[in-house]
């Protein structure tokens, strides 16, 4: 069972930043150790390393935001860090779940899985990346002979396009130079490019230089640049820098029909320039997507697919209509006559059955005051 701490900027929690935590949790002998954030302040940039404990497939080191502290998708609220490198790990199997995370370096990276070149089997899933970055999410694997699988589900990450690094939302990563497998699945995210400039911009890009083997599955994603006024920058939604070997379970030229390409954001979400990434109603992306077993809820934790459509939405929110509610009026029903009558004759049947009993009631002695210790038969 894992060690949950509470993160709380504004005290009264266990820890007031996330690196308090990490460094008071890296020489447990246990590496299940969660860290339970919530809103009131910056948490404070993290870096994993020098763990005693080995994590596994069972035990792993967690960040995750408390219930009620969510961002909600709005990339001003939440339980959030805001650093110039907010989050490091040299720590395999780690999980990141539903944290905002703001970035301040336009050459840094946001969330960096790979400072001494391992992120095995770590995924980042419910997150709001946005700030100044080159890249978003920077994960892969470089360890020698190292079977990895990672995933990157749910998140919205918002791109500076403004910057002169080229940045990217995610850059999924594999040199090894030996055999190893490093397989990343990447769905239902949503990428926007904000106030692009005369620098091309990417949503994902990936590399595979070595003898290694990089598969990639990239499914029921959005990735979208805003409109320049002026300036000649490419928003690419998908960019192959070099690959050496392994397989890409995505068409990387965005054709076919389950491939949309060249889509604007007034098309798609309802109000991208105020970072309002909701479906509109007639969202081209709306019942767009694939079913996959892996993801079965939204950044929100609202249910996928949802009734009205009954396909996935793709990106990071799930088109939602929230049930109506009418106040002042009160419901009304009726119970059909001949549910009253079989009511009756079940009960009937039941008292004058087996199951009946017949009783005997008897009142209680009376007193009289004039003789109360006389009783009057």
């Not at 999924?172 to 490093?182: H, N």
């Not at 050496?244 to 491939?259: A, C, K, V, W």
């Not at 939405?313 to 088109?319: I, S, T």
Request: charged share 15%; aromatic share 10%.
């Amino acid at each position: 069972m894992a060690t949950v701490k509470t993160i709380k900027p504004a005290g009264d929690g266990d820890y007031s930043t996330l690196a308090l935590w990490e460094d008071a949790v890296d020489g447990e002998s246990s590496a299940a150790q969660w860290a339970e954030c919530y809103t009131g302040g910056n948490l404070g940039a993290v870096e994993f390393s020098g763990w005693s404990a080995t994590p596994t497939a069972d035990n792993y080191p967690k960040i995750y935001v408390a219930e009620g502290n969510s961002h909600n998708g709005d990339i001003t609220a939440g339980a959030y860090i805001s650093s110039t490198a907010p989050i490091q790990t040299s720590v395999d199997y780690l999980r990141v779940d539903g944290i905002r995370v703001r970035c301040t370096s336009s050459s840094a990276k946001a969330m960096n899985f790979l400072p001494s070149n391992t992120a095995k089997d770590s995924r980042v899933d419910n997150c709001i990346v946005h700030g100044q970055f080159q890249y978003g999410i920077y994960i892969g694997q470089a360890a020698t002979g190292t079977t990895s699988v990672n995933y990157i589900t749910n998140n919205i990450i918002v791109i500076d396009g403004s910057l002169s690094s080229n940045p990217s939302g995610m850059y999924l990563y594999g040199t090894d130079a030996s055999s190893g497998t490093t397989t990343i699945y990447v769905y239902n995210n949503t990428i926007y490019v904000d106030d692009p400039g005369t620098l091309n911009n990417y949503g994902i890009r990936f590399l595979n230089v070595a003898s290694c083997t990089l598969d990639i599955t990239v499914e029921n994603n959005i990735v979208i640049g805003a409109v320049q006024s002026s300036g000649g920058s490419i928003t690419y939604c998908y960019n192959q820098l070099a690959y050496h070997t392994g397989s890409d379970n995505t068409s990387d030229d965005f054709g076919g029909t389950n491939n949309q390409l060249n889509e604007r954001a007034n098309h798609v979400w309802q109000d991208a320039a105020s970072y309002n990434f909701n479906l509109k109603s007639n969202s081209v992306a709306r019942n767009f997507g694939k079913t996959i077993a892996a993801v079965t809820l939204d950044i929100l934790g609202i249910s996928r697919p949802q009734p009205e459509g009954g396909s996935y939405d793709m990106g990071a929110l799930e088109y939602y209509v929230k049930p109506e509610i009418k106040y002042g009026v009160t419901p009304t029903f009726s119970i059909p006559s001949s549910i009253v009558s079989a009511h009756e004759y079940v009960t009937d049947a039941l008292i004058e059955g087996p199951t009946g009993q017949e009783c005997q009631l008897i009142y209680p002695v009376s007193k009289n005051s004039v003789c109360p210790n006389c009783v009057y038969n």
